[in-house]
């Protein structure tokens, strides 16, 4: 990964991206506020990032600016995770499709994170789309974007 930050009016974009600029993790800095790419903001850019001017930062800065940035979600996020044990059946309703995989809200201020290949393409001839409701198992959780991990995932039929 790499990790940049770029300066627009009185923002500071922070960017996760991979070899191919693709974000993984954004934040947008202003003097009283910060934007994330993980709930509630879900802001990550949705096409290749290419912010100029920007400078090259190292994983430290990056970081710590990312746990500054989501430290005022932290003690919600311990809150909400344990009513998600592994080994948790659960169902969710598909969000969002981010490069880490899929995106389920399994309540009004929790979500999880499948894998995209554990869901089938489609669904009665439709593509796999938001609002289909997701079935799977906690497998643990992803304390970087405070998302539950879930496996053996299907789409769960009402």
Not at 11 to 24: G, L, M, V
Not at 45 to 61: G, L, N, R
């Amino acid at each position: 990964m790499e990790y940049i930050k770029s300066f627009f009016e009185d923002e500071i974009y922070y960017f996760e991206i991979d070899d191919q600029q693709i974000a993984y993790r954004q934040m947008v800095i202003t003097d009283n506020q910060s934007k994330v790419s993980i709930a509630p903001d879900f802001m990550l850019a949705e096409t290749e990032v290419e912010y100029e001017p920007h400078e090259k930062i190292s994983v430290v800065e990056f970081e710590i600016a990312w746990e500054s940035a989501i430290s005022t979600y932290r003690k919600q996020w311990d809150y909400y995770k344990q009513q998600y044990l592994p080994g948790d059946s659960v169902t969710g309703v598909l969000r969002m499709f981010y490069p880490q995989g899929c995106i389920i809200q399994l309540d009004e201020h929790t979500y999880a994170i499948a894998d995209r290949a554990m869901l089938p393409e489609q669904i009665d001839g439709l593509p796999l789309g938001i609002g289909i409701a997701v079935a799977g198992r906690v497998s643990g959780y992803d304390e970087q974007n405070l998302w539950v991990q879930l496996d053996q995932c299907t789409i769960h039929h009402v």
